[in-house]
């Protein structure tokens, strides 16, 4: 499996970005996939998750009501929209999947910039 991010850039505070990542490879054995982000300084952190068929989600608390994980199975792509965005949401934010053989993988990374 591999994945591709793109969506990143720089967005005043209060705007919307809407962040993809594409998966490739074996997509079929992929359980449940995730957005972590990781800021200047700090360790990375789930930021939300769902599982591949989309039937459960979850956010960190930090993004809940703003940010909304989605999937597009027939494109092969996750979504990641954020609405209502802060300065502290500005990281490098990562793709992630858990295979059914327990292998993780992870993007590239994107950046997200929200200045005041």
């Known amino acids: 499996v591999q994945l591709v991010e793109s969506g990143g850039g720089l967005v005043q505070s209060g705007g919307s970005l809407r962040l993809s990542c594409a998966a490739s490879?074996?997509?079929?054995?992929?359980?449940?996939m995730a957005w972590y982000r990781q800021a200047p300084g700090k360790q990375r952190e789930l930021v939300a998750g769902?599982?591949?068929?989309?039937?459960?989600?979850n956010y960190a608390d930090s993004v809940k009501g703003r940010f909304t994980i989605s999937r597009d199975n027939a494109k092969n792509l996750m979504y990641l929209q954020m609405d209502r965005l802060k300065p502290e949401d500005t990281a490098v934010y990562y793709c992630n999947a858990w295979t059914m053989t327990h292998v993780e993988v992870w993007g590239q990374g994107t950046l997200v910039t929200v200045s005041s």
């Open positions: 769902m599982t591949y068929d989309g039937d459960a989600t």
């Open positions: 490879g074996s997509i079929f054995s992929i359980n449940a």
